[in-house]
């Protein structure tokens, strides 16, 4: 099992709408390193939901039901989207200045490459985001 966090603009697509569809592909990524990191995952692994710009707090925990396929919405290059459903909402959001107020949480790639859009977290760390938000799965 690995365990990731995606970032997603709540303007664009929130999870409140993810929810509503079931799940998505996860498409538009257009960052390399991001793009292996999309290829990396794993059917069962965990991902948490993160708002950004506005909100900045995770908000729910999602599952890799589909491993990584071409993007569909890609017009050129060689990108990659995965399948994900919503599995629960987070019951306390989350935020950026709880995640970096948290010395448990320095290395985080979300305070580390704020700009990457898909990263991977130790199993520690995606532990103690969801007691910070008092979630269990």
Same mark, same amino acid.
């Given at each position: 099992? =690995? ?6 603009? +709540? ?5 409140? =709408? ?5 799940? @998505?592909?996860? #498409?538009?990524?257009? /960052?390399? =390193?991001?793009? /292996? /990191? ?6 069962? #692994?965990? *991902? ?11 908000v729910g925990i999602a599952k890799v039901t589909t491993e990584a396929?071409? #993007?569909? @919405?890609?017009?050129e290059g060689d990108w990659s989207v995965v399948d994900l459903k +919503?599995?629960?909402? !987070?019951?306390? +959001?989350?935020?950026?200045d709880q995640i970096k107020a948290d010395p448990k949480l320095s290395?985080?790639?979300? !305070? ?5 859009? *898909? ?9 103690? !985001? ?6 269990? !799965?």
């Amino acid at each position: 099992m =690995q365990y990731w966090l995606a970032k997603q603009e +709540p303007e664009k697509y929130s999870w409140a =709408q993810f929810v509503k569809d079931k799940g @998505t592909y996860w #498409d538009g990524v257009r /960052n390399y =390193q991001a793009r /292996n /990191n999309l290829r990396a995952m794993r059917e069962g #692994d965990l *991902v948490l939901y993160y708002h950004s710009v506005s909100e900045k707090a995770v908000v729910g925990i999602a599952k890799v039901t589909t491993e990584a396929y071409p #993007d569909p @919405t890609a017009k050129e290059g060689d990108w990659s989207v995965v399948d994900l459903k +919503p599995l629960k909402t !987070i019951t306390e +959001p989350v935020t950026l200045d709880q995640i970096k107020a948290d010395p448990k949480l320095s290395e985080v790639a979300l !305070i580390k490459q704020s700009r990457l859009s *898909v990263m991977p977290l130790r199993v520690d760390e995606f532990k103690r !985001i969801l007691l910070l938000g008092k979630t269990k !799965i």
